[in-house]
């Protein structure tokens, strides 16, 4: 521990004591996968560990039923340590927001150890749905985060270790377009029928002929569902679309065109078309360049490695953090999985994050975390940046999320 402070190394021994503790928490999660905005139990495990530690735990929180806010300790800065713990369809927690909730509950844990002397309060933040449903947009505004100084979370990841510094996340938009066109028998009489899956059809079409003129940073991807029997023309037709880009201009760019091919295609069709946006979009992630670099010291002492041999900052999927980070200072940084080949969203890493490796990464983001935010705080200049940053800023606006109904 030869470039930890005192209060890193205190936090530091109250997070070891607490290894087993975070480890069950991570594999009683991953073994009891739950989808976004029914995460009942997944929050109740984290409402009960840090509730038993001494903080004041409010579930359901911003009116959201599996959101929760824990908040221990007083002073000018408040930290504000973030989990999500919302799973896949299909392939469960092959994300690892296990990972994600028990090392923030860790790193809460040791933050707690030290606030009175850091004077601090430490605040954890359970955010439901970040797969699908942006349960940290609605949150953001909600004024979740509207007294926070900073924000913190780590996101497991394969294998191979990249630095936070210069990493960012693509601007995310999911909407659902619905067909409507008319039934018939499909073989008696198909010429009394508008098939709505041949809008679907044509707009995948549309989709591929598109890519080609498209930013090299736009993603596209779409599943489709498609009539009730074969014998009957389909009279409604829906797809979920998610377009994503590395920069608001060319996310903007594509979503315009995306729009086109869905209007043409209901109209080479003959049918009607609904588009509806049912949850929010993402914002790119903007990493904190200190506290991105005071983690990365932290993990590299952990992990016993030189940070100049890990891959640069890299531009990887979305996250609902991102809009939190164009808020107030934060990071989202990643940690890798050693000994796994397989990738987020994988049957096999949804085994990897519950494996040895997966427990290190609890352990090691815990830590890292922690020893991030003492840093900033006891580090003078990066306080007085952080506080001035604070003041300056103004509550979150509510915007249309901060009232809609329940996304579903």
């Known amino acids: 521990m030869t470039h930890t402070s005192p209060l890193q190394q205190r936090a530091e021994r109250a997070i070891r004591r607490s290894t087993d503790a975070l480890i069950e928490l991570s594999h009683a999660i991953g073994a009891d996968p739950e989808p976004g905005f029914e995460e009942h139990r997944a929050a109740a495990r984290v409402a009960a560990a840090l509730a038993e530690t001494g903080f004041e735990v409010e579930t359901g929180a911003y009116g959201l039923p ?44 040791g933050l707690r150890e030290v606030a009175d002397e850091l004077g601090c ?34 996101h497991a990841a394969g294998a191979g270790q990249i630095r936070t510094a210069g990493g960012s996340s693509q601007a995310l938009d999911y909407c659902e377009v619905t067909f409507h066109g008319k039934p018939a028998h499909a073989a008696f009489a198909p010429e009394e029928g508008i098939n709505a899956g041949s809008a679907v059809t044509l707009t995948e079409v549309g989709i591929g002929l598109l890519r080609q003129h498209l930013p090299s940073d736009v993603v596209i991807s779409s599943i489709a569902t498609t009539g009730a029997a074969v014998n009957v023309i389909p009279e409604t037709a829906t797809m979920q679309l998610e377009i994503r880009g590395n920069t608001a201009e060319s996310w903007e760019t594509a979503k315009s065109r995306v729009r086109q091919v869905v209007e043409g295609a209901a109209l080479a069709a003959g049918c009607t078309v609904d588009v ?117 800023r103004a509550p979150h606006p509510r915007g249309h999320w901060a009232d809609a109904p329940l996304p579903v």
């Open 121 to 154: 309060r430490v605040v954890f933040l359970g955010t439901p749905a970040e797969e699908n449903g942006g349960g940290k947009v609605i949150m953001l505004e909600r004024g979740a985060w509207d007294d926070a100084t900073f924000s913190l979370m780590v």
């Open 276 to 392: 509806a946006v049912p949850t929010p979009g993402y914002a790119p992630l903007q990493q904190d360049p200190e506290l991105s670099e005071f983690f990365d010291q932290a993990l590299a002492e952990l992990r016993g490695e030189d940070r100049a041999a890990w891959g640069p900052g890299m531009t990887l999927g979305s996250t609902d953090m991102g809009d939190v980070s164009r808020y107030l200072p934060a990071i989202h940084p990643m940690i890798a999985l050693d000994g796994t080949a397989a990738t987020p969203h994988q049957h096999e890493f949804a085994a990897a994050v519950v494996s040895p490796a997966g427990d290190t990464a609890v352990l090691h983001g815990a830590l890292a975390l922690a020893r991030t935010a003492i840093a900033a705080v006891e580090d003078r200049a990066v306080r007085e940046r952080l506080l001035a940053a604070q003041r300056d």
């Open 66 to 109: 599996t959101a929760l806010r824990a908040a221990y300790g007083a002073g000018e800065v408040t930290i504000a340590v973030v989990g999500e713990y919302d799973a896949l369809p299909g392939v469960g927690h092959a994300c690892g927001h296990n990972i994600i909730a028990a090392a923030g509950v860790g790193a809460a844990l």
